[in-house]
């Protein structure tokens, strides 16, 4: 069995749909709300899940109604919750979502009790980081605690991969590159990482070498619905889009982590995760909502089947 394990946010997502996007001082008045499930790294876990890992999830939430609920959604989804504690100071994280006609979106997030994740935390979680083939990582809990994760899973032989999301405001330590498998910025997240502003394929090489020379084996440029840039040691590919309309894309990059997070978990190549994680990630997109909207291994059979796109492997 798979497995992978997720250090990281948990966040109740409180969305709008508007016609669009406001702009600062701005009031849009809206259409629709909803609050879904969230959080970069909870998102993550139940994309896994739903792709058939079993997962464990470290992280925080606080003793409140939003944290009991997003708590037995992951005991739902049959995700080990027993490394998500219970802070008492602090209230459950939060996003505020605006998602317009097109499916973009703005997020703010509130991060209460994931400010509070500790390596305490990580070293209550310990086997479970170390039995798992892959540890998915983002940046919404304590950079430390991060790395301390990333630290225990390298050391263990885990395949560590690191969504650099929200975009680091200073620069990641160089330590930190070496313990990675995978880091996959987006567009917005390889520029404050690296300076350079992605704006065609040779931009996303540059980035990505850029990275790579830092010292992490692989690197996944999400480049939205111009599909992704993948670089390793022996390897530079730009990897196409899936063309769908999209409705929502929020969390299209964490359904993309726990596709390829299952992927090599099942011993498929970093091209074919990425190739794999490339149609989680475009399913997602067609669904509203950040946990509700992952897929299930056989919804994505079926939506590859009416795309006419063969998946890498079953
Ligand atoms: O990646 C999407 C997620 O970012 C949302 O679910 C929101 O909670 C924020 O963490």
């Known amino acids: 069995m798979a497995r992978v394990a997720v250090v990281g946010s948990l966040n109740m997502d409180l969305v709008i749909r508007a016609p669009h996007l406001p702009s600062a001082g701005e009031t849009v008045l809206g259409g629709t709300f909803a609050t879904f499930a969230g959080g970069k790294g909870a998102n993550q876990a ?3 899940a739903r792709l058939g890992a079993t997962v464990a999830m470290v992280g925080r939430v606080g003793d409140d109604a939003f944290g009991r609920l997003l708590r037995d959604g992951l005991v739902h989804e049959r995700i080990d919750a027993s490394g998500v504690r219970t802070n008492a100071g602090a209230a459950t994280g939060v996003a505020l979502i605006t998602v317009d006609g097109a499916g973009q979106n703005t997020i703010v997030v509130a991060s209460g009790a994931n400010a509070a994740v500790t390596r305490e935390d990580i070293d209550a979680a310990h086997n479970a ?10 940046l919404e809990v304590p950079l430390d605690v991060v790395r301390y994760a990333a630290q225990i899973a390298h050391a263990a032989g885990c395949m560590v991969i690191l969504d650099p999301a929200p975009a680091p405001g200073q620069p990641l330590p ?9 880091i996959h910025p987006n567009e917005v997240e390889a520029r404050a990482l690296t300076g ?24 996944v440029i999400k480049l939205g619905a111009r599909g992704a840039y993948l670089a390793t040691g022996a390897r530079r590919e730009a990897v196409p889009a899936i063309r769908v309309t999209p409705v929502d ?8 982590a726990a596709g390829m997070a299952v992927a090599l978990a099942e011993q498929a190549s970093v091209q074919a995760a990425v190739q794999f994680a490339t149609v989680v990630g475009a399913l997602k ?8 909207s992952m897929p299930a291994r056989e919804e994505l059979r079926e939506f590859a089947r009416q ?8």
């Open 196 to 219: 350079i502003a992605i704006a065609t394929e040779a931009d996303a090489r540059r980035a990505a070498e850029a990275l790579l020379a830092r010292g992490c084996q692989a690197v």
């Open 46 to 48: 139940v994309g896994a």
């Open 249 to 256: 894309t929020t969390a299209a990059g964490d359904a993309f």
């Open 129 to 138: 980081i170390a039995q798992s083939a892959v540890l998915l990582l983002q």
């Open 285 to 292: 997109v067609t669904r509203m909502g950040a946990q509700p």
């Open 307 to 314: 795309q006419r796109v063969s998946l890498p492997f079953q």
């Open 174 to 182: 160089d330590d930190l590159y070496q313990l990675l498998s995978i």
